[in-house]
């Protein structure tokens, strides 16, 4: 079974319960952290970005996780979207 979907799925609701509105930029950067999540700051849109690659995928499926977290200008939580990246070969 593709892990995939679960895995988005655990992560959209860990994002739920512990960012909100008045999550600054060191409580998002935590949170990547202690989710193990390999992120980087996209200063053109305003967004955390981060992946997940270490997920347990059946053979010939390579998916990851990917994390979007928007910010404002001053780097607090606006909206996040999480989403399974699949690539094939």
């Known amino acids: 079974m593709n892990a995939c979907p679960q895995k988005r799925e655990e992560i959209k609701t860990v994002v739920a319960l512990e960012l909100s509105l008045k999550s600054d930029d060191h409580a998002i950067q935590e949170f990547l952290r202690k989710y193990q999540i390999v992120f980087s700051f996209d200063h053109f849109v305003n967004r955390y970005q981060g992946i997940i690659r270490d997920i347990k995928n059946p053979p010939g499926i390579d998916c990851a996780v990917v994390v979007y977290i928007y ?9 996040s979207e999480v989403v399974a990246s699949y690539t094939g070969m």
């Open 71 to 79: 910010v404002d200008k001053e780097r607090k939580f606006l909206s």
